[in-house]
């Protein structure tokens, strides 16, 4: 099982970014995903989640409800997440991971939001 995030870096408050989890080693089209995220000091919290399949079921933390969507293409064995309206608190290393976190973490992609 293999988990790669990509597409973080650094954006003024106000921006947009949109990130990438490539997934291999397991059934993609078959698992729920979630995107988390940790802050420095702090503690891994969940972002969003996507159902399997066809996606239809998703749900979001809170704080990022309404600039945050998630999105998957089971062709490509990829979760995505686009980011809108960013602000320096969304700054954090951003991990996916199956709906119960039960993968192996990635390595994660850097989102730093700051002018």
């Known amino acids: 099982v293999q988990l790669v995030e990509s597409g973080g870096g650094l954006v003024q408050p106000g921006g947009s970014l949109r990130l990438s989890c490539s997934a291999s080693?397991?059934?993609?089209?078959?698992?729920?995903m979630s995107w988390y995220r940790q802050a420095p000091g702090k503690e891994r919290d969940l972002v969003a989640r996507?159902?399997?399949?066809?996606?239809?079921?998703?749900n979001y933390a809170t704080s990022v409800k309404g600039r945050f969507t998630i999105s998957r293409d089971n062709a490509k064995n990829t979760v995505y997440l686009q980011m809108n309206s960013l602000k320096p608190e969304d700054t954090a290393v951003y991990y996916c991971n199956d709906w119960n976190s039960a993968l192996s973490w990635g390595q994660g992609t850097q989102v730093t939001v700051s002018s």
């Open positions: 080693g397991f059934t993609f089209s078959t698992r729920g």
């Open positions: 996507i159902s399997s399949s066809g996606g239809t079921i998703t």
